[in-house]
C-alpha cells in the first residue's frame, strides 16, 4: 500500500505524481482497445457516442459547479471560457452541437440521443457521481478531476486515424468534434494543469489532487464497463448496418 507524502512535494514531483496516474486512464480499456482497433460493430460504436453524449451533456454543468465553488475572479474568467466552448457561442455551434453531428454520421437519428433512451444505467450513474462531485468539493478537486485533459488529445488524435481506417462508413462531417477538440485540449490542459500546482501547495491539498484525478479516471472507466455490458443492438435495434461495415464484426 502506497502512503501518501506527509510534506508537499516541490512542482516538479507533484507533477510527476499526476502524469503517473496515466495508466488509469480509460485509453487502456478492453473496449477502447477494441474500438480503435477496428473490432467493435456499427452498434457497438453507436452504443458509445449515444452515451457518451450524456457526459458530454454534464461538462457545462460541471465547469459551472467548479466557477460556482472558487473564490477567486482570475480562475473564475478563465473557466468561463470552457462553458461557451461547449454549449457555443450560438445555436448549431461548440462541443455539443459538434457531438450531435457525430452521432448523425455514425447512424443515429438526432431525436434519439436528445432524449437519452440509449444511455446506460451504469453510464448515467457515473457521470451523476463525477457532476455532484465537483458540485460539493473544493473548485482545486474539481479542476483537479479534469486533468484527464493531460492525457486525451492524444487519445482522439489515435481515435480518428483508427476510424478513418477502420469504419470507413463513418460520414466524414463527424469528425469536426475531435477537429475542433483537440487543439482545444492541448491548451486547456497545460492552463488546468498549472492551476492545480499554483493551487494545491499543501500536502492535504496536493493529496486531494491526485485523489480527484484518479476518482476522474474511475468515472470514465465505469461508463466504458456499462457500455461494453449493454446489450449489443441497444442503438440499433432493428437497424442494418451501413454499407462497408461488414468488415468491422469482432
Known amino acids: 500500500m502506497t502512503h501518501a507524502p506527509t510534506t508537499a512535494s516541490s512542482r516538479e514531483e507533484f507533477a510527476a505524481r499526476l502524469y503517473g496516474l496515466r495508466g488509469r486512464y480509460w485509453d487502456t480499456h478492453p ?9 467493435c460493430t456499427p452498434p457497438e460504436l453507436r452504443r458509445w457516442v449515444a452515451n457518451r453524449w450524456y457526459y458530454q451533456l454534464v461538462l457545462t454543468r460541471k465547469n459551472a459547479a467548479i ?12 473557466w468561463t471560457r470552457r462553458l461557451g466552448h461547449q454549449d457555443g457561442p450560438h445555436e448549431g455551434e461548440g462541443g455539443l452541437a459538434d457531438w450531435l453531428v457525430l452521432a448523425e454520421a455514425v447512424g443515429l ?15 448515467r450513474f457515473a457521470v451523476d457521481a463525477y457532476l455532484h462531485f465537483c ?21 482522439m488524435a489515435e481515435r480518428v486515424i483508427a476510424w ?13 468534434y475531435f477537429e475542433h477538440r483537440i487543439p482545444d485540449a492541448r491548451r ?9 500546482l499554483d493551487h494545491c501547495v499543501t500536502a492535504a491539498q496536493q493529496q486531494a489532487a491526485v485523489a480527484a484525478l484518479a476518482f476522474k479516471c474511475e468515472v470514465l472507466r465505469a461508463m466504458l464497463d456499462a457500455v ?3 446489450p449489443q443492438s441497444a442503438a440499433t435495434a432493428g437497424r442494418t448496418a ?5 468488415g468491422t464484426a469482432r
Not at 437519428?109 to 453510464?123: K, S
Not at 486547456?188 to 492545480?196: F, G, K, M, N, P
Open 109 to 123: 437519428d438526432r431525436a434519439e440521443v436528445l432524449d437519452e433512451r440509449h444511455v446506460a444505467r451504469g453510464v
Open 242 to 246: 451501413p454499407a462497408g461495415a461488414a
Open 164 to 176: 478513418q481506417k477502420h469504419y470507413d462508413w463513418i460520414d466524414p462531417s463527424g469528425y469536426a
Open 228 to 230: 461494453d455490458y449493454g
Open 67 to 78: 466557477i460556482a465553488n472558487c473564490p477567486l475572479p482570475e480562475v473564475r474568467r478563465e
Open 31 to 39: 473496449f477502447h482497445l477494441r474500438l480503435h482497433s477496428g473490432g
Open 135 to 155: 458540485q460539493t468539493r473544493p473548485w482545486t478537486e474539481g479542476v483537479a478531476a479534469a486533468l484527464t485533459e493531460m492525457f486525451s488529445p492524444d487519445h
Open 188 to 196: 486547456d490542459s497545460a492552463q488546468t494543469l498549472d492551476l492545480v
